[in-house]
């Protein structure tokens, strides 16, 4: 099992939808979580850092289960500019190997 | 730079050659790492170093790579003997401590 999956897309969306991301992580002692963004042929992003309350910036909000060791993403009013692959990433401690999933293409359509 | 930058952008080289790939993180960023994409994946890891040594190279694939960061600070990822493969995007970022990766555009490694 690979140690952190994703939906495996792509999503088309048309501009103002909401859309959902997935990711599973098998490690249970993973402490830190975050959202990449990548436009396509450029290099990845911080998009967003997840908490275990769950925490918003602006139009997206995420989500940690550690039970379920399950995150998610959630886009509100999609922008064209929204259009880009989506990266679940894990790291198990602070100072620890960064674990990229196999991402989420997003495209939104007009 | 600002940034982290890496060299080549771009290098073709044929089956069988050794290939050096160069990254010179944010200035003061300790933590280094090397990822390997390939079209329609994730970033691949395969080596994180913190200072001078490699702090994990188990995604390293087998014997024929090899990285170095000798002064903390710039690191070299080198292959060996390269197959059609091994060809790929492989991305270097950089980090203080714990925090946000930062990516170089990465270096565009084509083995015919």
């Known amino acids: 099992r690979k140690e952190v999956e994703q939906d495996p897309g792509p999503f088309n969306v048309p501009e103002g939808a909401t859309v959902a991301f997935n990711c599973t992580y098998s490690?249970?002692?993973?402490?830190?979580f975050f959202w990449y963004r990548q436009d396509c042929r450029k290099e990845p992003k911080l998009l967003m850092s997840?908490?275990?309350s769950g925490n918003e910036d602006g139009r997206f909000t995420a989500q940690l289960n550690r039970a379920s060791q399950y995150i998610s993403l959630l886009i509100r009013d999609s922008k064209l500019s929204d259009s880009a692959t989506y990266l679940c990433v894990v790291m198990k401690t602070s100072y620890d190997k960064v674990i990229f999933g196999p991402g989420t293409s997003l495209s939104v359509i007009p | 730079g600002a940034g982290v930058s890496q060299t080549p952008s771009n290098k073709v080289t044929e089956k069988g050659k050794y290939v050096e790939l160069r990254c010179d993180p944010i200035?003061?960023?300790?933590?280094l790492y090397w990822y390997r994409q390939s079209l329609g994946q994730g970033p691949e890891f395969l080596i994180y170093?913190?200072?001078?040594?490699?702090?994990?190279d188990s995604g390293l694939p087998n014997d024929r790579f090899f990285a170095v960061r000798p002064e903390g600070s710039v690191s070299t990822l080198k292959i060996q003997r390269t197959e059609r493969g091994d060809s790929a995007v492989y991305l270097c970022?950089?980090?203080f401590g714990a925090g946000e990766l930062f990516f170089g555009e990465g270096s565009r490694l084509t083995v015919l």
């Open positions: 170093f913190q200072g001078t040594g490699a702090a994990d």
């Open positions: 490690n249970s002692a993973s402490q830190s």
């Open positions: 200035s003061g960023h300790t933590a």
């Open positions: 997840v908490y275990s």
């Open positions: 970022a950089s980090s």
